[in-house]
């Protein structure tokens, strides 16, 4: 994690400040996103868009098979059309379970088409495995005690305490704090142009003015949340001893 934030990175590639920023909201699995985007690349040439509509209602018939009704949601989400945004929009509320993030993906995509069409820009989409909220994004951070002993009530109230004042300073919230016997974990929104690095560093020292218990080094990602195993794999590591 480097110490810029990511506003700043998105910036630098366009040369420009950039403008209609698009957050997906929903956690969804970075490589389900990926399959999304590369399948509605390769279905966008010689689209129909009256047959497209035509056919919109495909994608709540229980005896369409999975590979066609991906496809139906790809071709809707690639056309300039209200009712076709209407039409997966009515999948999402109806509750349905099956493809319901493929339905999201295709939502956030036909949405960007028609607002780009109406407001005659670009829009730029970001995505994480954890999502986010408005202009915020979702993380996931590991925070570690020093000692191998359990955090103490006081630990937990102060870091509880010290993290929200120094989030709050920073428009940034937790969303939930969880203490294990060594470690403690919070799910953060955090927006764009925070320093995150920055921000946690800050946090931490605050935190340890009251008898130096957290080390300096955390975890941090926007990925997925990670299990228990995935964590104390990273604690066991002699390598990891530096900041993160």
Known sequence: MESENIYDKIRGILGEMPGNLNILEEKIDIGLQMEYFEYSKKIKNDLDPETIIKNKDDIFN??????????????????????????????????????????????????????????????????????????????????????AKDFTSLHKKVVKTEFEMILQKHNAEIERLTFYRNYATLTIIIPLEVPIKEMLKESIRECNQYGN?????????????LSKEEIDKYLSNPESDSDC
């Open 62 to 147: 229980h005896d369409l098979t999975e590979d066609i009704r991906k496809r139906r949601f790809a071709e809707l989400a690639s056309i300039e059309d209200v009712e076709a945004y209407r039409t997966i929009e009515k999948y999402i509320k109806s509750q349905e379970m099956n493809l319901k993030s493929w339905a999201i993906l295709a939502l956030q995509e036909s949405r960007m088409l028609l607002e780009s069409k109406l407001l005659g820009e670009n829009q730029i989409f970001i995505s994480t495995g954890l999502g986010g909220k408005g202009t915020r994004l979702r993380y996931f951070i590991v925070i570690i005690l020093k000692s």
């Open 213 to 225: 218990f957290l080390h300096t080094r955390f975890i941090v990602t926007n990925v997925k949340e």
